[in-house]
């Protein structure tokens, strides 16, 4: 079964851009549907982004669409979010999840990566 590898959490500014990055393992990266989710305390996990197998499709959560990025290096392994305009609201636990069905369904999404913290300060 693969593995992620997340990194690039942190403490922001908002307004700032902070960028996360999700490493795979243990299968070929093209194979796999990719999305960033993302939980903050006392609230539901959340979808963020996604992006499909090919990576030539993305699709955007309702509060993040215009903000944020989800860009894909197949030679690395790694997919990223590019979050950009980032505002305290935004401050949550984002974790990296990945499936070989469809980019758009949320059920594709069986493998995950431990998380990572984003706070953005006002």
């Known amino acids: 079964q693969p593995q992620l590898v997340e990194s690039g959490g942190g403490l922001v500014q908002a307004g700032g851009s902070l960028r996360l990055s999700c490493a795979a393992s243990g299968r070929t990266f093209s194979m796999y549907a990719s999305a960033w989710f993302r939980q903050a305390p006392g609230r539901e996990r959340e979808f963020v982004a996604a992006?499909?197998?090919?990576?030539?499709?993305?699709y955007y959560g309702k509060y993040v669409k215009g903000r944020f990025t989800i860009p894909r290096d197949p030679d690395k392994s790694t997919v990223y979010l590019q979050m950009n305009v980032l505002k305290p609201e935004d401050t949550a636990v984002y974790y990296c999840a990945a499936g070989q069905g469809s980019y758009t369904y949320t059920g594709t999404y069986v493998y995950w990566g431990q998380g990572t913290q984003v706070t953005v300060s006002s």
């Open positions: 992006i499909n197998w090919s990576g030539r499709s993305t």
